[in-house]
């Protein structure tokens, strides 16, 4: 009976790698293969069974739209497929990421891994040639300069627009100009959001209110509001506030949720000091200036 007993553990090992984790050995595509077709199917290969609900481990994530959605196969088996409900985006990258903090209903874990795969090509004939990007679209700037442009979806159609600073000179106002993307590769001409925008010299585009949509904060380098935020309705209508921090002197500007309480904050320095701003919009008070750190 203890020989028995012996026996059926061993089998046991062999069939689930120590401590319950289990390790990707192979896929495909593979780690080395430069793009994938639009209509690819994945296939991630373990050192083990694995449990029949592995997928809820797996991050799969496109950078032009998010999660990826999809039906997985073969759970249970050592190796399971993916394959994608919609052709995926030419141009666009695709990554398989292990949730590293996730342990299955019967206790196994993933070690930690991440797959990258660029889709081949673009679908749009004048804008791809051999998987190589050329210039579809060229706008000129009548002799002035736009300058530090920001990518995102502005108007929730799905597709990637374009936001930039336009200026005549580097001592007056400038302009806030966006271009919607078509989704083919090519945009539509720049169309004017906002205007007087005090002496510009960088933008960003992220979320400030947590509504989903995509907002727009502006640095300058000079005049009386050098740190302003246009608030996005969902639609690419941007509405200036009216908010403003007139005392940050810098250039640079970073977010991150730093007070916790799940909206982002500000943090920026000049040569003197590290400014921290509080985000209050949504108490109508726009950033506030929380707390400075002096550079000694």
Not at 2 to 25: D, I, N, Y
Not at 178 to 191: E, I, K, M, S, V
Not at 258 to 270: H, K, M, N, S
């Amino acid at each position: 009976m203890l020989k028995r007993f012996f026996h059926l553990s061993t089998m046991l090992l062999a069939l689930h790698p120590a401590f319950g984790q289990l390790e990707l050995v192979s896929s495909d595509p593979s780690r080395s293969q430069p793009s994938i077709p639009n209509e690819q199917v994945f296939t991630l290969t373990f050192n083990g069974a694995t449990p029949l609900d592995v997928a809820d481990g797996i991050s799969i994530q496109s950078r032009m739209h998010g999660d990826v959605a999809g039906t997985w196969s073969g759970s249970g088996t050592a190796t399971i497929t993916f394959t994608p409900t919609e052709p995926l985006e030419g141009g666009d990258l695709v990554e398989f990421n292990a949730l590293t903090n996730w342990t299955s209903a019967t206790s196994e874990t993933l070690a930690g891994f991440r797959l990258a795969s660029r889709v081949t090509g673009l679908p749009h004939p004048t804008f791809s040639a051999n998987n190589f990007y050329v210039v579809s679209q060229l706008w000129l700037n009548d002799s002035a300069a736009t300058k530090h442009i920001t990518v995102a979806d502005f108007n929730g159609d799905g597709h990637l627009d374009v936001a930039g600073l336009y200026m005549e000179a580097n001592n007056i106002p400038g302009t806030l100009l966006t271009a919607w993307g078509n989704g083919d590769g090519t945009f539509q001409a720049f169309t004017e959001q906002a205007n007087g925008i005090s002496q510009p010299h960088t933008v960003k585009s992220l979320d400030l209110e947590g509504d989903g949509d995509v907002d727009l904060v502006f640095l300058g380098y000079g005049g009386s509001h050098r740190f302003k935020w246009f608030l996005n309705d969902g639609s690419g209508n941007f509405t200036v506030t009216d908010n403003t921090t007139e005392n940050n002197n810098s250039w640079y500007m970073d977010f991150a949720d730093l007070d916790g309480d799940g909206d982002l904050d500000a943090v920026t320095t000049d040569t003197q000091e590290v400014l921290i701003f509080e985000n209050r919009i949504d108490e109508g008070m726009g950033f506030t200036e929380a707390r400075s750190l002096t550079n000694d």
